[in-house]
């Protein structure tokens, strides 16, 4: 009789060992899950980040470039000798068209650099 008491007390020890071991093991899969969600949404917060300043750093970039187009065309006719109005104008179109050119290149560019970032 003693025994099936031991015996008893045992097996309704290991019971209640096992219900809480099972409700330990759902409480720390539902705090992992929480967690796993904070930092999905922690990290698509700081994609946003990244992204917002690569296009802002892309901004700034394509006007410094329109800039120097436009200074390569004011530079080709300062650096010249006292040209006649026809020559003037060459130099000057011939610098604008090297802008133009080159804004063209860097719109080019911008276009596959987006392309890269979408993917």
Known sequence: MKALVVLSSLFVTSGILNLYQTWQI????Q???VLNQKDSFLQSGYDEVIVSMLKENRETTL??????GRLE???SVVNNFKPTENLS????HSGYHRGLEQK???DEMLVKSDKDYSK
Request: proline share 0%; net charge neutral; charged share 25%.
């Open 89 to 92: 104008s060459e130099i000057w």
């Open 26 to 29: 759902s409480n720390y899969k």
């Open 73 to 75: 065309g004011v530079l």
């Open 104 to 106: 063209k290149y860097t």
């Open 31 to 33: 705090l992992t899950e």
């Open 63 to 68: 006007e410094t470039i329109r800039s120097q």
